[in-house]
């Protein structure tokens, strides 16, 4: 049984992701994704990246996180936090 990854946002620390992307860049998992704001979007009108909200970062690929932390130390918020879950170890009689 393999490590299981969780990986939590904080959105009221990540507020203007696609103006930051620092985590995006600095992680070799390839693992998050910056997308509008699916409430900020108003028809014909253009999406402010400096606005905050009007972008939201997941982490969809999350499985292919390797767990290096590099996200979490670079983030100058501090809205990331990994968390590798280990497996029960097997008990065997
Ligand atoms: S811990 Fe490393 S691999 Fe995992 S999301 Fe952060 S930067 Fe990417
Ligand atoms: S580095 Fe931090 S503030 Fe910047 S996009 Fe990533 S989570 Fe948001």
Redesign the pocket.
């Known amino acids: 049984m393999s490590s299981k ?1 969780l ?1 939590t946002i904080d959105y009221q620390k990540c507020t203007t992701p696609f103006a930051c992307k620092k ?1 995006i860049e ?4 390839e ?2 994704l910056v997308t509008p704001n699916p409430m900020m979007i108003k028809k014909y009108q253009p999406i402010d990246e400096n606005q905050p909200g009007s972008y939201l970062l997941l ?1 969809p690929m999350t499985p ?9 130390e670079i983030c100058p918020n501090d809205a ?1 936090k ?1 968390e590798i879950q280990h497996p029960e170890p097997e008990i065997t009689t």
């Open positions: 990854v990986i985590c600095v992680c070799p998992g693992v998050f982490a292919k996180c390797v767990g290096c932390m590099k996200c979490m990331l990994v």
